[in-house]
Structures are given as C-alpha cells and as structure tokens.
C-alpha cells in the first residue's frame, strides 16, 4: 500500500480535543470498575495511591503518545514509521503502532458488544420490565440476553451503527460534534443521578463506602490494581491517544491539556461512583456484587423504588454514552489508517474498518452461547480477547511507547514538543525514563501470573 494525498484535519480548537480525549478516556470502566475497585480497597486510601499511580504512570505515556501523534501527523503506524526513520531509529519501532491498531479492533469487537448490552437494558427499563421482579429474575433476564445470540447480534449491529455513523464524519464532523454533544449530556446525566442517589437517604453511607480512607485494606494486589487502571483508564496502548494527537496544532499545551484529561476522567469515574452505591445501600444490595451489579443489582433496584423507570432508563442511557464515546476513539485509528494507506474515503474507511469490527464481534456474541464450549487455554473467545488485549498488547505497547520517548528521542525536542522546562520536564522525563516504564513492566508481569 503506498500513501495517497492527504490533508490531515485537525481539531478546531483545545476544547474540541479536550472533550474527545476525556470521552475516550470514560467508559464503562469509569462508571462501574473504579467506583468498585475504590469501594473495595480502602475508599479515599485508594483513590491516593491510584492518583498518584496516574501521575506518575498514565500521564507521562498519555504526553508521549500525543506527542508522537504530533510530530508524525499520521496513523500511528505512519507515525512511528516516519519518527524512528528520522531519527535513524529501527524500524521495529513500527510495531508500536501496528500493535495500538490492532488491539483497537480487538477491543472494539467486544466492547461494542457489551455496549449492546447496556443498548438492550434502556429499552428493559423503558418498558417498566424490571418492575416487580424479583432477583432470581432479574438474573435470569441477563441470562436470556446472554444466552439469545440473535437479540445479542441485534443490539452489537445497533451499536456499531451508532459508532460507525459518528467516525464516518471525520474530525469536525463527526469526532468533534460527538464530544461536544454526548460529553456534556453524560456530565448532565451524570449529575442528575447523583442529584437522585442524594434523596434515598443512603447518600452518606454511599460516600463513606467511596471516600472514608482505610490504609489497612493497601497491600501490593491494591497497588498493583490501582497502577494497572491508571494505565488502561487512559485509553493508552491502543493507537487512540497517538490518532488524536496527530489532529492537534502546535498551541495546545501537550503536559496542561493531559493534566486536565486525568482530572476529568477521575471526577466522572468518582461521580458514578457516588451515584450507584447510594442506591445500592438503600435498597439493602451488595456493593460487592462485581461484573452483575450494573446488568443484574441495580436493575433489582429500579424495579423496586419511586422513579425507576425513569431513573433507570437515565442511567443506562448514560452508560451507552459512556461506551459509545469510547467506541468512536477506539474505530478512529483503524479508520484512520485505512484513509490514509488506501484509496478508501473517510465513509468507505469508516464502513470497512466497522464491518471487520462487526464481523469479529460475531464470534464474542457466539461465546455466550452457541460457542461457549468452545474454549482455547481454558477461556471462551470473549474471554481470550480480553485477556490478550488488556494483559499482553497493551502493555507491551505503552511500555513500547514510553521507552521510545524517554530513551530513544532528543532531549531538546521533548522538552520543545512538551513546553515544559525546569523542574516540570525533570519531573515528567525521570518518570517517562524510569517510573512509568518500571510500573508497567511490573502490572505486566503481575498481569500474567494472576
């Protein structure tokens, strides 16, 4: 494949970039796995040790990836291409981008999935299903869906539209006008929710669950685990964060505009937070209820108190936003790629890269089902997806990425790229050069043996 002309678009404005990189970075982690990962490992004690794990780990690999995306203003596999032969680097540094790529497909082919899930659940909550059912039916309603491969594959087609759709755009008018849209109503959602949880006379034990720090439940899993979402929390390792920036102009301060991401991203994450377990406490659930307590806890809880139907259909609403922001970032470098290494346009790139996805997610959709025994190392297709994305390809590839900055890129052009100086850029290249690639090595590692 050879390059064909091409003008690469860039963000209208830091704002525009802002509100994509945090919908990248919200997903449906953000609104179940940290608020149980906090509630879990000592409330306040953990949200410290996880701040602090981002500043230290996600924030210098989240500058370096922007950064890169800026200088190479291409696909992340261009990118690399074009940066390491510069700077007379070996080509294998490639497979940073290579690597980012594919595992955005892999990912996006379940993820949509699940996101079908929460599709399926605003219509369950719409139509007062979970009125009056009991928990062994609320369980079993998750079960049917499961076990239904055509329903599944009606709402995984549903979703992919949507992202297709968005991606399809381009930058300003699709990327761009997707986060000025659903960032700001998932952030109203957001409060609304929060507003509610407020009334159900659980709000304080809510916050205490989340926020009350408890130094005694640290140890080295907690850690480990608070180091392993700072990293993933981010979108790093997938090509997202290198596509973005390469969209960005020379104004936007690299290191300011990061800070910001991780601020936002943690204020959502602990705002969700503040709105389930409320409601969870108040209707006597457990909060320790795992991967169930969105799909089959709390939808027992809509069903049972003033305003479920609402309240419900509210939050599911809220958590396919949160996937579908994620979604488009995840189609957005294959998409990307495609443009720019084919004769395809922006909508015929957009149709190809989501048909593959789409295809791919068939045989997660088939792994709750039909394909359940069909396992490989012990674990369903679904499952091994998961795994080779979450615990081999993205770390190896942030830690690919930080490596190549902290150690194989010029000083001065960091610092120039970054615009910091002082003690801020001591700061940011003793973390990118040492800390950040020792963490990650280290969740790597912990990653497989667990």
Known sequence: MTNKPHSHAQWSSRIAFLLAAVGSSVGLGNIWK????????????????????ILLIGLPILMSEWLLGRLGQKNPISTMN??????KRSKA???IGVGGILAAWLILSFYSVIGGWAL???????????????????????????????????WHSLFMVLTIAIVAGGVAGGLERAAKILMPALAVLLLVMVGYAATTGSF?????????????????DVILAAMGHAFFTLSLGMGIMMAYGSYLSDDVN?????????????????????????????????????????????????GSMSGGVIFGTLFFVLLVFAAWTSAISLLEPIVEWLEEKT?????????????????????????????????????????????????????????????????????????????MSGMAFAWWRFSARFIAPIGVAIVFVYNLIH
């Open 34 to 53: 940290f608020p149980y990962m906090t509630g879990e490992s000592g409330g306040g004690a953990f949200v410290l040790v996880y701040l602090v794990c």
């Open 204 to 220: 304080e034990a809510g916050l205490d669950y989340l926020f009350n720090p408890d130094f005694s439940r640290l140890d080295s």
């Open 343 to 419: 004769p395809l346009s922006r909508l015929q790139s957009a149709l190809v890269a989501g048909a593959a996805t789409w295809l791919l997610g068939i045989a997660t959709v088939l792994s709750f089902n039909d394909w359940s025994a069909l396992t490989f190392f012990g674990m369903t297709v679904f499952d091994l997806l998961d795994y080779v994305t979450s615990k081999i390809m993205l770390p190896l590839t942030g830690l690919a990425t930080i490596v190549f900055v902290g150690w194989f890129m010029g000083r001065d052009e960091v610092r120039a790229q970054l615009n």
């Open 254 to 302: 690299i290191g300011r505009t990061a800070l910001t991401v991780v601020v936002l991203d943690t204020i959502i994450a602990l705002a969700a937070g503040m709105a389930i377990f409320p409601i969870v406490f108040a209707n006597g659930l457990d909060p320790a209820a795992g991967p169930g307590l969105i799909f089959q806890t709390l939808p027992l809880a809509f």
């Open 93 to 95: 540094w490639v497979l």
């Open 82 to 87: 074009r940066i390491a032969g510069r700077l």
């Open 120 to 154: 399926a659940y605003i219509r369950y909550s719409a139509t007062a299903t979970f009125t009056s059912l009991d928990g062994d039916s609320v369980g079993a309603l998750f079960s049917n869906l499961l076990g239904s491969p055509g329903l599944l594959l009606l």
